[in-house]
């Protein structure tokens, strides 16, 4: 039960929404489609659903083509953002649609929707319509749905993006649960890359309708192979700006020069864009090789153990994100330190440089 | 101030309701009390009126006839626009918009332009004088409406619903009849009520396409002068009597119809 996308690739008219893209999910696998809204995230899923067809490439599931089957003959389940489920049928009925589809028996569609919503805590709402339930009751109805056949593709479609925070977390807890003795793929798109790393599996960085990167989540998120796998897997934003290599020594532009320590020693002198995550960079100095950056301060957000200070750095907008409360005056220059020893390095061409 | 505000909605109420309580009143009214004096309310009340349309078959087929062309019409409206709403609110296909607002256009020429070809063609084909040549003549007015108001109510309902059910393994039909109809009821209701509606009250066509097997109560009505004159209470009775579906049709639909002013569509 392996899915693979041979160079699939999606286009309406003159707009590509799927550039070409080859990705193999591993029977039993949890896969993770990290990207920002539009970044083709639910378009991919429904050519790996059999949705949408691609225009050029194909699509294999257990080593067969199964590009023009239609969803009906795959064995897939889907539940998405906004919570669907069949408003005219009971709460009952709308986890028994997919068995009742099936022609199941009565007695074990009973046995299993029973069974699946003491699981998703469902069961005193079974008799009730989907509308008068809360969104996350909702919503584990529609999971409900997707894991009563043994489907064996599963994609969430960022199921608990239209949740309060509270409900989020609860959810996000079982879902690995709900999983744990099924063999099928799941497949899980979020914006958030925190939620990337709590599930862990792994991840494919989505931007612009082209994977960036794909593999065990963890990996990613410390190795990035590129600046935009980077970008994709950082909230706030990674933080980047120009420097100059020459002779052991970083130079960032007039306002700061530090020592090219540990792996950075060996890389060629030359220009290279300084990728460094928010929560490396703090108004005190912490780290290894804290360097300070002089900066104008745009927006310092204070929750409650945590700052978070946006500033202009040479051009750059850059984000501070550390544990405490640091006030600062917005519009007043403030310096803050990156601990270069955490930072990353990207060539001209986006390339992350071996450190 | 205050105290008088309950003032000018019962004078506007008042001002609504005064020709209803009037043809009512005229109904349980001889003819000779209608023409002869000016009362306020019967003064001989009388139920011969209402006799009257319920045991002559001229009368009371009126109604027959006008309800199973309405009804015809309505189902007739509903079940072709229904598929057609959906493709409009579901696919994208050359011209959909251009199509969408072509159909709408039918409904901007009055029926009266329609009323000779209509009578022509039927005459030709032999459909003259039978329900089924009024109800076609007004799907063409009533399709139009359905479809537009159909596609508002069907657009409400997200696109994942319709992949979640293929998901399940649903087919087209199966999607279609079992979730995706239920579901747009209250759009249903109201596309079916205003066909009710246009058909039930729209004279001229169903009296020109009719003579004698299926003509509408409207027709009747308009064709009773007798020797003594117009009997007026017997009129009055028989245009009570012509309210009384219209509002049983609104009292079951006023939900939906609210809903369907919300969506922007009615």
Redesign the interface.
């Known amino acids: 039960m392996t899915l693979e996308l041979k160079d699939v690739s999606l286009r309406f008219g003159a707009d590509t929404h799927i550039y070409p893209t080859s990705l193999t999910l591993d029977p039993g696998s949890f896969n993770i489609l990290l990207g920002t809204t539009l970044a083709g995230k639910t378009t991919l899923m429904k050519l790996m659903a059999g949705l949408e067809k691609p225009t050029r490439g194909e699509v294999w599931f257990s080593g067969k083509n199964v590009t023009g089957v239609s969803v009906r003959s795959r064995n897939v389940s889907m539940v998405y953002q906004q919570f669907i489920n069949y408003p005219n049928l009971t709460v009952y009925e709308n986890i028994a649609s997919p068995l009742r589809v099936a022609r199941v028996s009565e007695a074990e569609i009973k046995k299993k929707v029973q069974s699946l919503a003491e699981l998703l805590k469902l069961s005193p709402m079974l008799q009730r319509r989907p509308g008068e339930l809360s969104g996350g009751q909702q919503q584990r109805t529609a999971l409900a749905r997707a894991l009563i056949k043994d489907s064996d593709l599963v994609l969430l479609d960022e199921p608990l993006a239209n949740l309060d925070f509270k409900l989020r977390e609860e959810l996000r807890d079982e879902l690995p649960r709900l999983f744990a003795d099924r063999d099928c793929i799941v497949v899980y798109a979020t914006t958030e890359p925190t939620e990337a790393l709590l599930f862990g599996g792994n991840t494919a960085c989505l931007h612009q309708g082209r994977i960036a990167q794909f593999g065990p989540t963890g990996e990613i998120y410390r190795a990035p192979k590129d600046l935009v796998s980077a970008q994709v897997f950082s909230d706030p934003p990674i933080n980047t700006v120009a420097v100059t290599k020459r002779g052991g020594e970083f130079r960032l532009a007039d306002m700061a020069t530090w020592a090219a320590t540990g792996d950075f020693a060996n890389i060629a002198d030359g220009d290279y864009t300084l990728g460094v995550r928010p929560h490396h960079v703090s108004p005190l100095a912490s780290g290894d090789n804290p360097v300070g950056v002089d900066g104008k301060v745009l927006v310092a957000e204070l929750s409650g153990s945590e700052s978070i200070i946006h500033f202009t750095m040479h051009g750059a907008t850059w984000v501070s994100q550390s544990h405490g409360i640091h006030p600062f005056e917005v519009g007043s220059q403030a310096k803050l330190y990156a601990d270069m020893s955490r930072a990353m390095l990207f060539d001209m061409d986006g390339r992350r440089v071996a450190a | 101030m205050r105290r008088y505000s309950w003032l000018v909605p019962t004078l506007y109420i008042l001002f609504l309701m005064l020709p209803i309580y009037w043809l009512l009143n005229m109904s349980f009214k001889t003819t000779n009390e209608i023409l002869g004096s000016f009362t306020l309310w019967p003064q001989e009340f009388t139920l011969e009126n209402y006799r009257v349309i319920f045991t002559d078959p001229t009368w009371y087929n009126g109604y027959i006839n006008s309800l199973i062309y309405v009804t015809l019409n309505t189902v007739l409206s509903v079940a072709v626009a229904l598929p057609a709403a959906y493709a409009f609110s579901r696919y994208r296909f050359l011209g959909d918009k251009h199509l969408f607002f072509w159909l709408l256009t039918n409904r901007m020429a009055p029926p009266a332009v329609f009323a000779l070809p209509f009578f022509q063609l039927y005459s030709a084909v032999g459909l003259f004088d039978t329900h089924l040549a009024v109800a076609l003549a007004h799907t063409l007015f009533n399709i139009p409406l359905a479809v537009w108001i159909l596609e508002g109510f069907m657009s409400g309902v997200?696109k994942?619903?319709d992949?979640?059910?293929?998901?399940?393994?649903?087919?087209f039909w199966?999607f279609f009849l079992k979730?995706f109809v239920?579901?747009i009821?209250a759009g249903i209701g109201v596309a079916a009520f205003f066909c009710f509606m246009f058909s039930w009250v729209e004279l001229l066509l169903a009296k020109t396409l009719t003579a004698v097997e299926a003509k509408p109560i409207a027709a009747t009505m308009t064709r009773t002068a007798s020797t003594s004159g117009y009997e007026l209470g017997l009129l009055a009775a028989a245009g009570s009597l012509t309210i009384v579906p219209g509002a049983f049709v609104i009292y079951f639909v006023r939900n939906y119809i609210a809903k369907g002013f919300a969506l922007g569509r009615v």
């Open positions: 997200p994942e619903l992949e979640t059910a293929y998901v399940d393994g649903h087919s199966s979730i239920p579901t009821a």
